[in-house]
């Protein structure tokens, strides 16, 4: 059976939990009429090289095609606080240092999952794609549109595929959302608002999640997913894009920070329709739901996590129907995003979640700091 190869930077929380969630998949399978005839054969060190007629055992039209399986697992971690390394690589069965390049000449490794800061993301997927090595980085994919860029030219131009952990798009009550308005039963959307909202981060002034250059602010480092729900909800054709910005907001109740820890941010699209995000560290109380209306009726997510999670329709013509989270089959979010970016590899297609996706949740977040420091309206592109 073959192989692939996973290596892990970053071995804090969502590292740990990146880890764990890849060595869950074990094994996936890949039908060969779904894998293009140029394939890329990775895991060097040089670089990808190009294999023409990937299925040379299979003859003519008729002929029968069966799955290739493939093992996956985490083969090695790194971190520079070689203590969460060595515990991490413990528990999960793997090799451990503290020198990421280490796992970039690791010719057992095909990708390397990003989980570190955010203000070191770029530099290692530009290293990582350079190496040869597929790269899904965690969120945000980077602080500025400029690293940005430089990971998504760093992918394209060494033939890897690069993802982002914008897991929203793995969860029961998102995707199952998104399905519902993408299905056209209740109409065009027209608007759709989602609060997402908590208390203060704890932590040293010195802490990288205080600075926004390192962490992009709780509008990255925790409301990229909040943007990319209600770009992929609300964005129906693939031309359909975030067209304007507008936020207020401040700084409240953490001083010690450089950004906004109350934010109301309003998204127009290209289609018409409007997003709006309620995102902020200064409620005791906290909260996460949120509505979609649309043309024939509305979608009601009051609470998206939680033994209460549900999804409550109604139609303008009196039709009701109330879906419980515990009702909608899946995977653990964390685990079927690792595998779906696994299996587009295998397969020779895009990442269900791609740079260009990353991008625009960076762009959008950059142009709410903006406007809310301007108090205008801000265009996209920036």
């Known amino acids: 059976?073959?192989?692939?190869?996973?290596?892990?930077?970053?071995?804090?929380?969502m590292g740990r939990s990146l880890a764990t969630s890849a060595n869950q998949i074990k094994q996936v399978k890949v039908h060969p009429q779904l894998?293009?005839?140029?394939?890329?054969?990775?895991?060097?060190?040089?670089?990808?090289?190009?294999?023409?007629?990937?299925?040379?055992?299979?003859?003519?039209?008729?002929?029968?095609?069966?799955?290739?399986?493939?093992?996956?697992?985490v083969i090695a971690v790194s971190d520079l606080e070689i203590s969460l390394a060595k515990s991490l690589a413990s528990d999960i069965d793997a090799e451990f240092t503290d020198d990421y390049l280490d796992?970039?000449?690791?010719?057992?490794?095909?990708?390397?999952?990003?989980?570190?800061?955010?203000?070191?993301?770029?530099d290692i997927a530009v290293e990582a794609a350079a190496a040869g090595k597929h790269i899904f980085t965690e969120k945000p994919m980077a602080t500025t549109l400029v690293d940005c860029d430089r990971m998504i030219r760093a992918a394209?131009?060494?033939?890897?595929?690069?993802?982002?952990?914008?897991?929203?798009?793995?969860?029961?009550?998102?995707?199952?959302?998104?399905?519902?308005?993408?299905?056209?039963?209740?109409?065009?959307?027209?608007?759709m608002k989602v609060h997402r909202t908590g208390g203060p981060w704890a932590g040293e002034p010195s802490h990288w999640r205080m600075k926004r250059d390192q962490c992009g602010g709780?509008?990255?480092?925790?409301?990229?997913?909040?943007?990319?729900?209600?770009?992929w909800t609300l964005g129906i054709g693939t031309e359909d894009r975030v067209s304007s910005v507008h936020a207020s907001g401040g700084i409240y109740l953490q001083p010690h920070t450089d950004y906004a820890d109350l934010v109301f941010l309003t998204m127009r699209f290209t289609n018409g329709a409007i997003?709006?995000?309620?995102?902020?560290?200064?409620?005791?109380?906290?909260?996460?739901?949120?509505?979609?209306?649309?043309?024939?009726?509305?979608?009601?997510?009051?609470?998206?996590?939680?033994?209460?999670s549900q999804i409550q329709i109604r139609t303008f013509d009196g039709q009701t129907e109330t879906i419980p989270a515990t009702e909608i089959a899946g995977s653990p979010p964390v685990k079927a995003e690792i595998q779906a970016f696994i299996e587009a590899i295998l397969q020779g297609q895009l990442p269900p979640v791609t740079g260009t996706d990353g991008r625009a949740a960076t762009e959008i977040a950059l142009a709410a700091y903006q406007s809310i420091r301007t108090g205008q309206v801000v265009s996209l592109p920036l």
Not at 38 to 44: A, D, Q, Y
Not at 104 to 121: E, G
Not at 218 to 230: R, S
Not at 276 to 295: I, K, N, T, W
Request: aromatic share 8%; hydrophobic share 35%; with cysteine.
């Open 1 to 13: 059976m073959k192989k692939f190869g996973l290596g892990l930077i970053g071995c804090g929380g």
């Open 35 to 73: 894998v293009s005839e140029s394939t890329l054969i990775w895991g060097s060190s040089t670089g990808p090289t190009e294999s023409v007629n990937s299925s040379p055992d299979r003859e003519g039209p008729d002929a029968e095609y069966s799955d290739v399986e493939y093992n996956v697992g």
């Open 103 to 122: 796992l970039l000449v690791d010719d057992r490794i095909d990708t390397i999952l990003i989980a570190t800061p955010p203000l070191l993301h770029a």
């Open 156 to 191: 394209e131009s060494n033939g890897v595929q690069l993802g982002v952990g914008l897991v929203c798009r793995f969860h029961a009550v998102h995707s199952t959302i998104r399905q519902l308005v993408h299905s056209g039963t209740y109409g065009r959307p027209i608007s």
């Open 218 to 231: 709780f509008l990255m480092e925790v409301n990229a997913h909040e943007i990319d729900f209600m770009r």
């Open 275 to 308: 997003g709006f995000l309620h995102a902020g560290q200064v409620s005791a109380l906290g909260g996460y739901g949120g509505a979609v209306d649309c043309e024939k009726g509305s979608l009601h997510f009051p609470t998206i996590w939680g033994e209460n």
